[in-house]
């Protein structure tokens, strides 16, 4: 892997994660349930440290560095192994890994159940819009290595 690479896939990452983030924060807007994602990982990871809510920002980048390790897996992994090219591929891996977040994330850290079904009723359509989102963009702009 050449650095140009790497920094793109890591700028894919980075961009793709705050569209995601962003999406989840104007769901509301479409109709759908609000996911703060970033304060949901700030709690997950540092909630019990803090007497009250932990910073907003520590939750921020940790999605950061989870987009850019996805980004990472799509570019080396994944993305060589999905039937369509670019942002095709990318809401194929979203999908991929919303389905992940709905089975494994959400009911076991969350405790939302599948799906999300403890959150909102419509909480599953937001994430999926979200990571279709994030796919997308990373599709569209990391080079599959």
Known sequence: ?????LVL???AGILATYAHIMVALWAPKFGLPKIDLAMGMADICWGESFNGKPPYWMGFI??????IIFA?????EVGQHLPYPGAIAGVLWGGILWIGAM???VPIFFRDGLFARKMHKMAWATALIVHSVYGAIVGWLCPIL
Not at 1 to 5: F, G, H, Q, V
Not at 62 to 67: A, E, F, K, M, P
């Open 72 to 76: 990472l897996v799509y570019a080396t």
């Open 103 to 105: 089975l494994i994330f």
């Open 1 to 5: 892997m050449t650095l140009d690479n």
């Open 9 to 11: 896939i890591i700028t």
């Open 62 to 67: 940790v999605i950061h560095l989870n987009g």
